[in-house]
């Protein structure tokens, strides 16, 4: 039986008026502006930036605006508008060792060139709420030193020089592309660090905590967190050369992971690799464990069957608005299915009822 | 410098215009559609201009052969779509006439998973007129008729569904369609 | 492109004017340009669009698509010849023209008077911001001292 129905629209048209009064609530409170959220939400914005795939703060701060601060509502309005876009092409890989570093920390080497920058962390800050923000204060101003000019050089160079850790092989290769080509498994690298780039930081940061509990333990340090602003290149072909079209905020963070070696590999430590659009690195460091959970296989590892080390596992659960629009749609109308479900079991309670009668 | 003039000037709409020309022209195969508002360095008709500058983009490899392959083309191709221009193999859209895109068995026809990683072809023609071959399949009532420059090649590019090429005719600024589905008698 | 051939000197000059272009917050471009102009014509009408942006594995491997980011682009012909592009970022079509009008008369005899009333500003505006977040950040670098040392 196939029953189709329409209506609703002025039940619609009533949810979505009183959706924005609600929106908008007590209009006794002032008005929150967009530029008030992109200023004093910047981490909300930094992650509906990042899971949004879009780097643009007003635009999040916009859509956080609307999704009335669902974060995963707010990501997939800039998912949707970003498929409006035409893409002018692709940038030259971002330089993260030229970074203008607000924070750069490693938890492996106390001394090093360029020093550890604290930055704005929250880090020792000491978890009790400040009722003076209550009062809506104003922030003392913070304090100023001379800028070393010294260069500040990824840590990874140091253990490089020792042969101690795996190399990058550099590629300028066109990556792949998952939101031009559906993902397919096997999965390089390239693509698995596009996915987790743009995946949830929750689901990440539970499956990068599941490592450290045991599932696919791989014992990792953070080498090197480091959080600023890069140039962003492009080659211009009207022009003939590549000139900086704009510049982004980043959190990039490597891990140093234990590695006894195998048949082909002397021992030596190996990498994981996080890097994500604005202020985030729980995301970042979370990406880097999995990444290198991930690695797993391609280094000889034993699999132990852990979540993390599971590629078809991780990617094809890591994008929200993927999962939310799963999700979520099983509270739309199913009438029909559930019609059918319906009579099976009324069928099967009668099989049953006549046996037990017999 | 004319490489920079001749794009569509208000791009939403003549875009639109267009992209609608060209979807009518593939749904309807023999139908000959009107695409304008492109002004394309010679050889090119304005027709093939506006099926590029509506089609192409940094993400579809095109191929020039023949006479299309100049340096004027070439550098209006690049400012203009940002399309790459690649080997005829390696090709999403590729332009000139019947006898410079030959063999045609050079160009992609998809894979069984993913027909759609096909080549569309772009020929070039002296006039498009509702003559000649006869179309019959899916989009055409009856028949249809176009003046193919040849049949057997699209007999056989017929047989490879559901992979194959897709093919525009532009002429002047005319457009009509063969897609892989129709069959040529 | 069949332009003509600039020498590399040419382009890091064009490349640096470009680059402080693309970076100056929309509001201020437009406020310091405002009144600018030459007669011209517009090759590539103002377009929004998105750039990929990438980045490598481990900071130095292969690349990977990181993410996108918004781009406002615009190219025009000045009526005494030179083609001025304007790349921004983020979305405004009033500052990538505005951009490409600029880089267009960079290329003229007017070129020293807006580097110094456009480009030299904007350029010490941005050196300014740069500096702003460095001063902050060194004072926020640790210094060790060592307050037992362990031996056996």
Known sequence: MYVAVKGGERAIEAAHAWLAEERRGDVEVQELSVAQIREQMSLAVARVMAEGSLYDPDLAALAIKQARGDLIEAIFLMRAYRTTLPRFGASRPVETGDMACDRRISATFKDLPGGQVLGPTFDYTHRLLDFKLAA????????RAEPAPEAVPHVMGFLNQEGLIETEASSDAAPPDLTREPLELPADRPLRLQALARGDEGFLLGLAYSTQRGY???????????????????????????????????????????????????PQFTRGYGLVFGR???????MALVDRALRAEELGEDLSGAPAQDTEFVLAHADNIQATGFLEHIKLPHYVDFQAELELVRKLRAGVTREAAE | MSALAGGFTDAPVEAAR???????????????????????????????????????????????????????????????????????????????????????????????????????????MPELLAEGAVLRGPGIADTA???????????????????????????????????RSTEVG | MTSAPDTKEENSARKRWLAILAKTPHARLLALTEGLSAPHEVLRAPEIGAVMVRGRAGGTGAAFNLGEMTVTRCSVRLAEGPV????????????????????????????????????KPLAAEAAARVRDRAEKAAATKVDFFTLVRGEA
Request: hydrophobic content about 45%; proline content about 8%; aromatic content about 6%.
């Open chain 1, 136 to 143: 809506e204060g104003g922030a003392e101003p913070a304090p």
């Open chain 1, 216 to 266: 696919g333990r791989n014992h990792a340090f953070v080498g090197e967190l480091r959080l600023g602003t890069c140039a962003v290149e492009m080659d211009i072909p009207e022009l003939g050369f590549a000139i900086e079209i704009g510049e982004v905020e980043l959190t990039e963070c490597e891990t140093v992971n234990q590695f006894t070696g195998s048949k082909t590999e002397p």
């Open chain 1, 280 to 286: 985030a690195e729980r995301k970042a460091i979370s």
């Open chain 2, 18 to 124: 267009a992209f609608r020309g060209i979807m009518e022209a593939m749904a309807r195969p023999g139908r000959i559609e009107m695409v304008a508002g492109a002004v394309p360095p010679a050889p090119l008709s304005p027709a093939a201009g506006a099926v590029l500058l509506t089609l192409c983009d940094p993400e579809t490899p095109l191929h020039l052969a023949g006479e299309t392959d100049c340096s004027p083309v070439r550098d209006w191709v690049t400012f203009h779509c940002g399309a790459p221009l690649v080997a005829a193999e390696a090709a999403a859209f590729a332009l000139g006439d019947w006898a410079a895109l030959q063999p045609v068995s050079r160009f992609a026809i998809g894979t069984p998973d993913y027909p759609d990683r096909s080549a569309t072809l772009i020929v070039e």
């Open chain 2, 145 to 179: 008729a176009l003046n193919l420059p040849e049949i057997e090649a699209f007999q056989a590019n017929r047989r490879l569904f559901p992979l194959g090429f897709d093919v525009l005719f532009t002429s002047g600024n005319r457009v009509a369609a063969l897609p």
């Open chain 3, 84 to 119: 001025g592009h304007g790349y921004v970022q983020g979305r405004s079509k009033e500052a990538a023209l505005r951009a490409a009008l600029v880089d267009g008369m960079m290329q003229t005899a007017v070129s020293s008077q807006l580097e110094a009333e456009v480009l």
